[in-house]
């Protein structure tokens, strides 16, 4: 049995010692979204050098024509795209791309961000006094260019994850109103922001708390590897 690990002189802000992290070191990592959520999630477990590149991409699927699944995974995977497209021939090309694409399902309707004061109001009434959570999806893709001139040059994988959400019935709505004027959720899909003041409107939750904030950070970390290690982790999953 091998000697347990002996601490360093003070919690570092390095990231782990695994080789997903190690071979990522002094490479190109691109994070294909404008969220500072986003960001400060992968700052979070040690990612700290990363270049900002909000994809360009229009996000006007028709919601009509897919399955929840199916919209969030193929924005997620277009923003992705989209990025790699334009800086694939850049001075320094990017060992990896990562893009996210998050959304709210309540009452089996997709629930956006809010338009108006009005409108974010009554998206939280309606997540208060729903009986049953409502759901956050995010869909996460990363991008890691081939070695081998194999079509089409590029290796994709996403995920899906899924957290449920349950808000406090005692939520008032002098509440509501105070947090609706407090502009935090106005720019969230379902009208908050759960590591913020909007923590205070939620009762429980039911999966990653991370996912809630933007990006799961266990499965974001498990497709990394999956990426740009995908013979190993083939080997793993059979």
């Known amino acids: 049995m091998s000697e347990p690990p002996s601490y360093t002189d003070a919690v570092s802000t390095q990231p782990l010692n695994l080789p997903v992290f190690q071979f990522l070191r002094d490479k190109r990592i691109i994070l294909a979204s404008g969220s500072p959520r986003r960001r400060q999630l992968l700052n979070q477990i040690g990612i700290a050098k990363l ?42 090309e990017p060992a990896l791309i990562i893009a996210a694409d998050t959304i709210v399902l309540s009452k089996n309707q997709i629930v956006e961000k809010p338009k108006s004061p009005i409108e974010h109001f009554r998206m939280l009434q309606s997540l208060r006094d ?79 708390y991370s996912n809630v904030v933007g990006l799961p950070l266990k499965a974001t970390l498990q497709l990394m590897e999956k990426t740009l290690f995908p013979e190993e982790t083939e080997f793993e999953d059979a």
């Open 51 to 92: 270049d900002v590149i909000k994809s360009g991409f229009a996000e006007d699927l028709d919601k009509s024509q897919m399955s929840v699944y199916e919209y969030v995974q193929e924005t997620a995977s277009r923003k992705a795209l989209a990025v790699y497209k334009q800086e694939i021939e850049s001075e320094v």
């Open 130 to 208: 729903d009986d049953f959570p409502h759901r956050v999806f995010t869909a996460v893709a990363c991008i890691a260019p081939l070695e081998e001139p194999v079509y089409p040059g590029y290796t994709l994988q996403t995920h899906i994850e899924e957290t449920q959400v349950f808000f406090a019935k005692d939520v008032s709505d002098e509440f509501l109103s105070a947090y609706v004027a407090s502009a935090e959720g106005k720019d969230a899909a379902g009208g908050y922001q759960i590591q913020g003041k909007g923590a205070l409107l939620v009762d429980k939750i039911v999966g990653d």
